[in-house]
């Protein structure tokens, strides 16, 4: 059972726009940065955004993050093939002292 | 370019120890915290342990919280992970990763990431 919650799965055709949640609480969302990676079947996560809604260069800007509260979401517009990967959500827990992951979101593009 | 490879994995029996390392390159590396991340195959990421850029301050894991040991050695630019009294649900890839500010802290998140060395502790 992940500290953070997201959904299983994903999905969505090529150019429409998927997103995928975060849920956290309190004491890592509520009061920290949060970060999203991105894990391609085989390969090690990488950066995707930081900071909440930060790019790094070399992401493409269909690729977004916000934040309210306690929770995060991250959006993919315009989705293409090479999207299909896994999704992962992290923050620090102030009350753990702990990096703290969402379980990961698959995501399909169909 | 920023390279971190990871070392040191392979099989063990339970109550085992296995030391990992992680040679990195390509930035400065006493500017920046580091981390090892690990992953079950086919499950989610886990954050195991994180060290500040000189190592007078380090965090754990629960998990593994008074059997593993994270260190580096900035003279040769390599993060280590000891790990003693393992257990088969320590079986894992293990990654290295670098904190994203070159602030000397872990407490940034992530940006870089090695490929991983896989541990397989069973009897």
């Known amino acids: 059972q992940s500290v953070l919650t997201q959904p299983p799965s994903a999905s969505g055709t090529p150019g429409q726009r998927a997103t995928i949640s975060c849920s956290g609480s309190s004491s890592n969302i509520g009061s920290n940065i949060v970060n999203w990676y991105q894990q391609l079947p085989g390969t090690a996560p990488k950066l995707l955004i930081y900071t909440n809604n930060q790019r790094p260069s070399g992401v493409p800007d269909r690729f977004s993050g916000s934040k309210s509260g306690t929770s995060a979401s991250l959006a993919i517009s315009g989705l293409q093939s090479e999207d299909e990967a896994e999704y992962y959500c992290a923050t620090w827990d102030d009350s753990l002292n702990v990096w703290v992951f969402g379980g990961g979101t698959k995501l399909t593009v169909l | 370019e920023v390279q971190l490879v990871e070392s040191g994995g392979g099989g063990v029996r339970p109550g085992g120890s296995l030391r990992l390392s992680c040679a990195a390159s390509g930035f400065t590396f006493d500017d920046y915290g580091m981390n090892w991340v690990r992953q079950v195959p086919g499950k989610g990421l886990e954050w195991v342990a994180g060290i500040n850029w000189n190592g007078g301050t380090t965090g754990y894991a629960d998990s593994v919280k008074g059997r593993f040991t994270i260190s580096r050695d900035n003279a040769k630019n390599y993060l280590h992970l000891q790990m003693n009294s393992l257990r088969a649900e320590d079986t894992a890839f293990y990654h290295c990763?670098?904190?994203?500010?070159?602030?000397?802290?872990?407490?940034?998140?992530?940006?870089?990431w090695g490929q991983g060395s896989l541990v397989s502790v069973s009897p």
């Open positions: 990763a670098r904190d994203l500010v070159d602030s000397g802290s872990y407490y940034d998140g992530f940006d870089y």
